[in-house]
């Protein structure tokens, strides 16, 4: 999808605290950029970051994608994405080719992404800023080098027809379907970048070199180098490669072909794929958004996102007045052109009302043009964007290289230069004086009542539902305009009232130390437990996690009601409270509290300021104490459940899932409700299955750097005497020994979708976790090597190898799809590649990888979050945390014997399950 120019100049307002970003790499602030064009057009741009020694990240664009292909020329741009990879003039051999040569990597150190608009081309070189100059020669060969020969596009396009297999399911069929309906009346529908199959196969290297011989030119390429450097050593590297190369201009674009050209029109559309569980109605309209720079366009987008703020905490607030069959209505604004914009109500339905949940949609559009937004939310947004922009104006903007890069690279993609945080911060106060309700309203009526209209409904699965004429829906319009609508009802004034206070206090009846962790360990007098690692890394925040024996496998649960209790207790408010206002005061304490649970285990994670350790540690006592069910969260959660029922009947995609769980585990672990079911549950009955959850004993884990006393008194006065029952065991889950295959015809695509499983029984340890790291990546390399390079079979797959500290299993799963003819015998090619992968390991290679894994090491030794994970290990294996002082000698485990060993065990025969999925019978 394209990008649109300007919107990241306004996304600086964080309106809600999002939970903090757990590492600790080093942090700079803005660099300073040069920018800079050769005289035959190319432009570059430099942002020297010194704060990773030698890394460096090389990005160069050629502004020619999809859209620029002619009728003939369908998925041309990505070919030739491809083919400059291959034989140039300096490397016949090919560019991929050359670099392996040199140690680098597909997808680790270089990398294309073709889209609508551009192609570009990422590299990082193994060995840092020294690998720059081999960097721009190679793109140097690829730019205006490339030979794009027959015999190597017909090699290659075995690897694109296999990219273009893998994007086949139900997911590109339904945004297929999208696109062609917010899309209309334009290119974009009949130019997907990944082309035409038909085309893939025929389309002749001379047609590819036509397209490279007219976009592939310095005019029209932009390149951008991040990292450790000097600017003017990289502006004559920059020149050595690409200042030789002749000045071409390419072909004037209009500026037409990259938007839709509008019109006064009413469509309805329905969307729908038998695999898809989307029960939704939506009203869009289309508009032009012209671009404007400047001051005047910084103010026109921070109206549009005061706009879209104010109107989402209006119909949030309009959810408890919608019918009980009747989600939801969320409104959304995205681009469909360079100045072409889409904006809808979107309202979630249960299957069966669509008629309700169009007439629910049309009247709330209409009360929305009728009362516009409420000024008493302007106040507040404004007054939120306003302290935000203040805070941003208060200290320059300090981010590591890989936040510098994501950030830099988006401005530079879309072609203006970066603001900083200071810079926006001055600016929004400025602006903000400017803004007033009457702009809000007028942008609002702008949105609803442009005149390029479309309804759009998806409907789930099988299920059959004649969509409406669009002189029906026009009559419902007429009609509810005519009725009585009353504005949407204020939001509640905020008082300003105490949390309830609940008596759970108590004592530590114990204490343990560890002074070579840095941990104590605290007995309470409730039974709980708290495992305290006082360490600098926490700074000035408190990070907790409590761990129970409380998963939704537990005894004694009703385990979908237990799943749904746990997802909604977090969304509750105490006695008093809103769920809104809870939400908010969280937010004003910076603190969050997550809750996740597993089959056999419930954690809830949270952090806070330590200043605010009280105010984190009431909230996790409320939890147990004083917690409400939200209601609307319920509704939301149950029409999902719903739609997911829906989709079982008869969805091939559920008939897999049905197959790999039988093959895997011999059935499932839990049923999901019927329509009886989910129609009866309430919150009282979600309410009793949270009280048994929560009444599970605890183990605590607090990283914190802070007076002891001052933790034990919170401790004392809100943990140590919450009231605990007994623990919930639950029977291990677990895939089940033996050999097992199956074939089955359940795929609407013409692919073949292959999935392997396999385990071997391994304690774990840290360094045995260590060496399945290493020799999962190095097994990795070999199956893409031998899969996509040698067999030529395959575009990518996925390799997950962990070994899992709960069930002492290594656990390997492998995800390939491929063309139906040759999914037998790359599974053998598959088996093969396992069984011989420890042989390909080599005293290089584990070197290769031992290095990577001590820098990454290094940088996990300022990681608060690694930390804690490593402090949980060691007392769920050792009952102490005896794991950290073993951790700066994990290293020493990383031999080329010991990789090997576990490499031969990620793949292991006689506990292998093979699932093939091939196209269904044509009737």
Same mark, same amino acid.
């Given at each position: 999808?394209?990008?649109?120019?300007?919107?990241?100049?306004?996304?600086?307002?964080?309106?809600?605290?999002?939970?903090?970003?757990?590492?600790?790499?080093?942090?700079?602030?803005?660099?300073?950029?040069?920018?800079?064009?050769?005289?035959?057009?190319?432009?570059?741009?430099?942002?020297?970051?010194?704060?990773?020694?030698?890394?460096?990240?090389?990005?160069?664009?050629?502004?020619?994608?999809?859209?620029?292909?002619?009728?003939?020329?369908?998925?041309?741009?990505?070919?030739?994405?491809?083919?400059?990879?291959?034989?140039?003039?300096?490397?016949?051999?090919?560019?991929?080719?050359?670099?392996?040569?040199?140690?680098?990597?597909?997808?680790?150190?270089?990398?294309?992404?073709?889209?609508?608009?551009?192609?570009?081309?990422?590299?990082?070189?193994?060995?840092?800023?020294?690998?720059?100059?081999?960097?721009?020669?190679?793109?140097?060969?690829?730019?205006?080098?490339?030979?794009?020969?027959?015999?190597?596009?017909?090699?290659?396009?075995?690897?694109?027809?296999?990219?273009?297999?893998?994007?086949?399911?139900?997911?590109?069929?339904?945004?297929?379907?999208?696109?062609?309906?917010?899309?209309?009346?334009?290119?974009?529908?009949?130019?997907?970048?990944?082309?035409?199959?038909?085309?893939?196969?025929?389309?002749?290297?001379?047609?590819?070199?036509?397209?490279?011989?007219?976009?592939?030119?310095?005019?029209?390429?932009?390149?951008?180098?991040?990292?450790?450097?000097?600017?003017?050593?990289?502006?004559?590297?920059?020149?050595?490669?690409?200042?030789?190369?002749?000045?071409?201009?390419?072909?004037?674009?209009?500026?037409?072909?990259?938007?839709?050209?509008?019109?006064?029109?009413?469509?309805?559309?329905?969307?729908?794929?038998?695999?898809?569980?989307? #029960?939704?109605?939506?009203?869009?309209?289309?508009?032009?958004?012209?671009?404007?720079?400047?001051?005047?366009?910084?103010?026109?987008?921070?109206?549009?996102?005061?706009?879209?703020?104010?109107?989402?905490?209006?119909?949030?607030?309009?959810?408890?007045?919608?019918?009980?069959?009747?989600?939801?209505?969320?409104?959304?604004?995205?681009?469909?052109?360079?100045?072409?914009?889409?904006?809808?109500?979107?309202?979630?339905?249960?299957?069966?009302?669509?008629?309700?949940?169009?007439?629910?949609?049309?009247?709330?559009?209409?009360?929305?043009?009728?009362?516009?937004?409420?000024?008493?939310?302007?106040?507040?947004?404004?007054?939120?964007?306003?302290?935000?922009?203040?805070?941003?104006?208060?200290?320059?903007?300090?981010?590591?290289?890989?936040?510098?890069?994501?950030?830099?690279?988006?401005?530079?993609?879309?072609?203006?230069?970066?603001?900083?945080?200071?810079?926006?911060?001055?600016?929004?106060?400025?602006?903000?004086?400017?803004?007033?309700?009457?702009?809000?309203?007028?942008?609002?009526?702008?949105?609803?009542?442009?005149?390029?209209?479309?309804?759009?409904?998806?409907?789930?699965?099988?299920?059959?539902?004649?969509?409406?004429?669009?002189?029906?829906?026009?009559?419902?319009?007429?009609?509810?305009?005519?009725?009585?609508?009353?504005?949407?009802?204020?939001?509640?004034?905020?008082?300003?009232?105490?949390?309830?206070?609940?008596?759970?206090?108590?004592?530590?009846?114990?204490?343990?130390?560890?002074?070579?962790?840095?941990?104590?360990?605290?007995?309470?007098?409730?039974?709980?437990?708290?495992?305290?690692?006082?360490?600098?890394?926490?700074?000035?925040?408190?990070?907790?996690?409590?761990?129970?024996?409380?998963?939704?496998?537990?005894?004694?649960?009703?385990?979908?009601?237990?799943?749904?209790?746990?997802?909604?207790?977090?969304?509750?408010?105490?006695?008093?409270?809103?769920?809104?206002?809870?939400?908010?005061?969280?937010?004003?304490?910076?603190?969050?509290?997550?809750?996740?649970?597993?089959?056999?285990?419930?954690?809830?994670?949270?952090?806070?300021?330590?200043?605010?350790?009280? #105010?984190?540690?009431?909230?996790?006592?409320?939890?147990?104490?004083?917690?409400?069910?939200?209601?609307?969260?319920?509704?939301?959660?149950?029409?999902?459940?719903?739609?997911?029922?829906?989709?079982?009947?008869?969805?091939?995609?559920?008939?897999?899932?049905?197959?790999?769980?039988?093959?895997?585990?011999?059935?499932?672990?839990?049923?999901?409700?019927?329509?009886?079911?989910?129609?009866?549950?309430?919150?009282?009955?979600?309410?009793?299955?949270?009280?048994?959850?929560?009444?599970?004993?605890?183990?605590?884990?607090?990283?914190?750097?802070?007076?002891?006393?001052?933790?034990?008194?919170?401790?004392?006065?809100?943990?140590?005497?919450?009231?605990?029952?007994?623990?919930?065991?639950?029977?291990?889950?677990?895939?089940?020994?033996?050999?097992?295959?199956?074939?089955?015809?359940?795929?609407?695509?013409?692919?073949?979708?292959?999935?392997?499983?396999?385990?071997?029984?391994?304690?774990?340890?840290?360094?045995?976790?260590?060496?399945?790291?290493?020799?999962?990546?190095?097994?990795?390399?070999?199956?893409?090597?031998?899969?996509?390079?040698?067999?030529?079979?395959?575009?990518?797959?996925?390799?997950?190898?962990?070994?899992?500290?709960?069930?002492?299993?290594?656990?390997?799963?492998?995800?390939?799809?491929?063309?139906?003819?040759?999914?037998?015998?790359?599974?053998?090619?598959?088996?093969?590649?396992?069984?011989?992968?420890?042989?390909?390991?080599?005293?290089?290679?584990?070197?290769?990888?031992?290095?990577?894994?001590?820098?990454?090491?290094?940088?996990?030794?300022?990681?608060?979050?690694?930390?804690?994970?490593?402090?949980?290990?060691?007392?769920?294996?050792?009952?102490?945390?005896?794991?950290?002082?073993?951790?700066?000698?994990?290293?020493?485990?990383?031999?080329?014997?010991?990789?090997?060993?576990?490499?031969?065990?990620?793949?292991?025969?006689?506990?292998?399950?093979?699932?093939?999925?091939?196209?269904?019978?044509?009737?």
């Amino acid at each position: 999808m394209c990008k649109r120019r300007g919107l990241a100049g306004v996304a600086l307002f964080l309106l809600v605290l999002s939970q903090p970003v757990l590492s600790e790499d080093a942090k700079t602030t803005l660099p300073v950029v040069t920018e800079g064009v050769l005289d035959n057009g190319l432009q570059y741009t430099l942002a020297p970051i010194k704060s990773d020694a030698g890394r460096i990240d090389i990005r160069l664009s050629v502004e020619a994608g999809s859209l620029d292909e002619t009728d003939d020329q369908s998925g041309v741009a990505h070919m030739v994405e491809h083919l400059v990879f291959r034989g140039s003039d300096a490397w016949p051999e090919g560019v991929s080719a050359a670099l392996a040569k040199k140690g680098w990597s597909r997808g680790a150190n270089y990398n294309a992404v073709t889209n609508y608009e551009r192609t570009q081309f990422m590299m990082s070189p193994p060995d840092g800023v020294k690998g720059l100059d081999l960097a721009l020669q190679a793109l140097a060969q690829m730019t205006a080098h490339a030979r794009i020969t027959q015999p190597d596009l017909d090699d290659e396009r075995k690897v694109i027809l296999e990219e273009w297999r893998g994007k086949l399911g139900v997911a590109a069929r339904m945004n297929q379907q999208r696109i062609a309906a917010l899309r209309a009346d334009s290119p974009y529908p009949d130019r997907p970048t990944i082309g035409k199959v038909e085309s893939i196969e025929l389309t002749p290297a001379a047609t590819l070199k036509a397209f490279y011989q007219r976009w592939y030119h310095p005019d029209n390429m932009r390149l951008l180098i991040i990292g450790d450097f000097e600017p003017e050593k990289v502006k004559a590297l920059i020149t050595k490669h690409f200042a030789g190369l002749p000045a071409i201009a390419v072909p004037v674009r209009q500026e037409s072909q990259y938007n839709q050209q509008l019109k006064k029109q009413f469509r309805v559309i329905h969307l729908q794929d038998s695999e898809s569980g989307g #029960s939704q109605v939506s009203w869009v309209n289309r508009f032009d958004e012209k671009q404007m720079q400047g001051t005047e366009g910084y103010r026109d987008r921070l109206i549009n996102q005061i706009t879209l703020t104010m109107l989402s905490r209006q119909l949030k607030r309009q959810q408890s007045a919608l019918p009980d069959s009747i989600g939801n209505i969320v409104a959304r604004k995205s681009e469909t052109g360079r100045s072409t914009v889409a904006f809808g109500l979107f309202v979630d339905v249960m299957p069966g009302d669509f008629q309700l949940g169009l007439a629910t949609l049309i009247r709330e559009r209409e009360r929305l043009m009728r009362y516009g937004l409420s000024v008493d939310d302007f106040a507040r947004v404004k007054s939120d964007i306003l302290d935000a922009a203040k805070r941003l104006e208060e200290k320059p903007e300090n981010r590591t290289f890989s936040e510098w890069v994501q950030t830099l690279a988006i401005a530079w993609q879309q072609n203006q230069p970066y603001a900083d945080a200071q810079q926006r911060g001055v600016r929004a106060v400025a602006e903000l004086k400017t803004i007033d309700m009457a702009d809000i309203n007028t942008r609002l009526n702008t949105w609803l009542q442009a005149t390029d209209q479309l309804v759009q409904f998806s409907v789930p699965g099988r299920y059959v539902y004649s969509v409406p004429l669009p002189s029906e829906i026009q009559r419902m319009v007429t009609t509810i305009a005519g009725e009585p609508l009353t504005p949407v009802a204020k939001e509640k004034t905020s008082v300003s009232v105490p949390l309830p206070e609940h008596d759970t206090s108590g004592k530590r009846t114990s204490v343990k130390n560890f002074p070579a962790e840095s941990v104590q360990e605290w007995r309470l007098s409730n039974g709980d437990r708290v495992v305290w690692m006082k360490t600098p890394l926490a700074k000035d925040r408190v990070w907790f996690q409590a761990q129970s024996e409380a998963g939704y496998l537990g005894r004694g649960l009703n385990a979908w009601q237990a799943q749904l209790a746990a997802q909604l207790a977090g969304f509750g408010a105490p006695t008093g409270w809103t769920d809104d206002g809870y939400a908010q005061w969280k937010r004003d304490q910076e603190l969050w509290l997550n809750i996740s649970q597993q089959p056999d285990t419930l954690e809830v994670t949270g952090s806070a300021p330590y200043k605010r350790l009280d #105010s984190l540690l009431h909230a996790y006592q409320l939890l147990h104490t004083d917690n409400h069910m939200n209601a609307a969260s319920l509704k939301s959660s149950v029409m999902m459940l719903a739609r997911r029922r829906l989709m079982q009947e008869g969805s091939l995609f559920a008939l897999r899932q049905i197959e790999v769980t039988d093959l895997r585990y011999g059935g499932p672990a839990l049923e999901l409700p019927d329509a009886t079911q989910l129609s009866a549950v309430n919150t009282e009955q979600l309410t009793t299955q949270w009280q048994k959850i929560s009444a599970a004993p605890v183990t605590y884990f607090v990283m914190a750097n802070l007076p002891e006393a001052t933790l034990r008194q919170a401790v004392e006065r809100y943990l140590a005497g919450i009231k605990r029952g007994a623990g919930l065991p639950a029977e291990p889950y677990l895939a089940l020994p033996g050999h097992r295959e199956r074939r089955s015809q359940l795929n609407k695509e013409p692919k073949a979708e292959v999935r392997l499983w396999s385990f071997s029984n391994e304690v774990w340890s840290p360094e045995r976790a260590a060496q399945v790291s290493i020799a999962k990546n190095l097994v990795n390399r070999h199956l893409k090597n031998v899969l996509r390079d040698d067999a030529r079979g395959i575009y990518s797959l996925s390799l997950e190898t962990v070994l899992n500290d709960k069930t002492n299993r290594i656990e390997t799963e492998l995800r390939f799809s491929t063309s139906p003819e040759r999914a037998a015998e790359l599974v053998q090619i598959a088996k093969k590649a396992f069984k011989n992968a420890d042989s390909q390991i080599n005293d290089r290679t584990v070197q290769e990888m031992k290095a990577s894994f001590q820098r990454a090491e290094t940088s996990r030794q300022h990681d608060y979050y690694t930390l804690q994970r490593r402090l949980i290990l060691s007392y769920r294996h050792y009952d102490n945390p005896g794991y950290l002082s073993r951790v700066s000698s994990l290293d020493k485990a990383i031999t080329t014997d010991g990789v090997r060993a576990m490499a031969s065990r990620i793949y292991n025969p006689d506990n292998l399950v093979i699932y093939t999925v091939l196209p269904q019978e044509t009737k």
